[in-house]
């Protein structure tokens, strides 16, 4: 929680607080259905991509459900998107697993080689994996313990300008040690009151800070790291260990490093692991993108020639493996598989068959239509012309899209993607762009705080690219 947020929370009496918003339904209670309509706010069309994922995290939750002995016969049913870039695949991943709250990392599949070559190691992922899902429960035990972690910060901090009174000798009247403590105390519920107004911010104080030691080799192990038993970064800085060092610093700078000294005080990194480790093997989501880029039988020679051996380490990864990471041993058996490719150059069945017959689930997205990007401009909950709008309603100019403007830029869109490479919802990006341009160039000097986008102003900004296509393949 931030300073201000903390003074929003100290209400005077008499006041009441507003009213929170009502947090979503939780993941045991989303229904297929229901997960479906919460990726319409995002995804345009793809019905069938949405009815399947949506039927995969359905099937998660019933199988918590069973005895555990059976629960542990049940694997999850790993799914294989084709479709062209840009239709959504990777968004469909992104969106279903932050509505689970499931650890998610996203690999490209052409990033890895086989075993003997140089590039990553296909067991990477799933450690990165891990090291997400460390993140996210990082994160739950802070807002826990985050509290806590204020009030005793902010009792370093009084300590730090009101040093503790050393016991005296004993006196008697007003200079008594009972009346100097109590002095004292009265002193400190005042500094109290004035950090909390903001009035102590910029006084400045020293505090004492841990630097690491950094030895000058550990740049170099940074790359390498992730492949070895033994993580040497970790060795290494118990070996140097923290030096301590005393530094001057804001009372605002000070807080703020105290919450995160306590934060990390409190939390039991211990428990931290065992809770990521076991949610990222039960509700993991790894997305594989661009698979089809090493699909293909070998052919003996050439620069494709480890592509078959990248299939070959991704197939004990997909059927349930143990993986060793610098937080203990790792099993892959119920880590859900979103594999996605466009297959333009080749098919599913190029795949070997083994690695074809762990993703059981296929499902095939449709290109974008012109009306699919009207829609996309407009309905989701981070439309393009939201984005915009918001964007420049911060120099205070308002933007206002005309429903024919709208049309015509789906409708360049589309014309650009037939001519050219068809890259989906991306060219949305590259044409409003382009349109903007000047009006974004010139918002803090406008003199007309609104802006009408019509469609003359889009044919005027983009009709003679458009019609040029040397040049659209360049500009668009």
Known sequence: MSKSEKERVLLMPGQTAEAEPQPPPSFDELTPRQIVAELDKYIIGQQAAKRAVAIALRNRVRRQKLPPELAEEILPKNILMIGPTGVGKTEIARRLARLAGCP??????????????????????????VEVAIEMVREEKLDEVAERAEQAAEERLLDLLLPVMPPSIELTGPHSEAAQREQASRTREKLRAQFREGKLDNRIVELEVRERSVPAFEIITNQGVEEMDINIKEMMSGFFGQVKKKRKMTVADAYDYLIQEEENRLIDMDQVTRIAVERAEQ??????????????????????????????????????????????MVRTDHILFIAAGAFHVSKPSDLIPELQGRFPIRVELDSLTEEDFIRILTEPKNALIKQYTALLETEGVRLQFTDDAIAAIAHFAAQVNA???????????????????????????????????????????????????????YIL
């Open 419 to 473: 001519q050219t490479e068809n890259i989906g919802a991306r060219r949305l990006h590259t044409i409003l762009e382009k349109l903007l341009d000047e009006v974004s160039f010139e918002a803090p000097e406008l003199r007309r705080r609104t802006f009408k986008v019509d469609e003359a102003y889009v044919r005027k900004q983009l009709a003679d690219i458009v019609k040029d296509q040397d040049l659209s393949r």
């Open 283 to 328: 509700m993991g989501i790894i997305f594989i993108d661009e698979i089809d880029k090493i699909a293909g039988r070998e052919s003996g020679h050439g620069p494709d020639v480890s592509r078959e051996g990248v299939q070959r380490d991704i197939l004990p990864i997909v059927e349930g493996t143990t993986v060793n990471t610098r937080y203990g």
């Open 104 to 129: 998610f990392v996203k690999v490209e599949a052409s990033k890895y080689t086989e075993v003997g070559y140089v590039g990553r190691d296909v067991e990477s992922m799933v450690r990165d994996l």
